[in-house]
Every structure is written in structure tokens, then in C-alpha cells.
């Protein structure tokens, strides 16, 4: 079983910036590839960033040069630096992590808020 445990959602103003964290704990294998995703309301959950442990990433189109993944291998946290943000990007921001370890394992956070105001 794996647990991932969010932090630094919160108010901010158009333009502004927040750093989110998420720190997994449990049974987890490398290679393995940990993401942000974003859930507006009324709309689907959509990616956001993805990392893997090796370092590649991946972002959505929205947020490439203003939103910066990052993370510690050694802590198995990932960051979502998000800098110029804007109301749209406001929703609940879910962190992920996945891998294959005898079969393909999915896990998600409990969300985080991320409220921009204009």
C-alpha cells in the first residue's frame, strides 16, 4: 500500500505564486513516475505535470513556462512549483504516483485546494 500526503494549496491572486508538495510513503518500486493533476469544477481531472524517477517530464499545455516539477528521490516527494498564476488554474490538484511492480499500481493523494483570485 502506498499514501501520499499533500501540502501548499491556498488563496492567491492572479499572478501569483505557490509551491505544493506530496510525500509518499509505503511499498514503492522504481522506476516510477509521480504527477500533479487538476480538477476543475464541473470538469474532468486532467493532468498537470508528471515526473519520472529519472528525471523526464511532462507537462499540459496551459501551464508549460509558468509551472516547474521537481523531486526527491530520496524523500519520494515531488514539487509543483507554479509561478504567474491564473484563474483558471484554480481546482482540487491530486498527486499520483504510478509503477509496475508484478502489476500496474495507481495511487492517488486526497487533493489539495489551489483557489486564484482575480
Known amino acids: 500500500q502506498v499514501e501520499l500526503v499533500e501540502s501548499g494549496g491556498g488563496l492567491v491572486q492572479n499572478g501569483g505564486s505557490l509551491r505544493l508538495s506530496c510525500a509518499a510513503s509505503?511499498?514503492?518500486?522504481?522506476?516510477?513516475?509521480m504527477g500533479w493533476y487538476r480538477q476543475a469544477p464541473g470538469k474532468q481531472r486532467a493532468l498537470v505535470a508528471a515526473?519520472?524517477?529519472?528525471?523526464?517530464?511532462n507537462y499540459g499545455d496551459s501551464v508549460k513556462g509558468r509551472f516547474t516539477i521537481s523531486r526527491d528521490n530520496a524523500k519520494n516527494t515531488v514539487y509543483l512549483q507554479m509561478n504567474s498564476l491564473k484563474p483558471e488554474d484554480t481546482g482540487v490538484y491530486y498527486c499520483?504516483?504510478?509503477?509496475?511492480?508484478?502489476?500496474?499500481?495507481?495511487?492517488w493523494g486526497q487533493g489539495t485546494q489551489v483557489t486564484v483570485s482575480s
Open positions: 499520483n504516483i504510478k509503477f509496475v511492480w508484478g502489476r500496474y499500481s495507481d495511487y
Open positions: 509505503g511499498n514503492i518500486f522504481k522506476p516510477n513516475t
Open positions: 515526473i519520472t524517477s529519472g528525471g523526464n517530464t
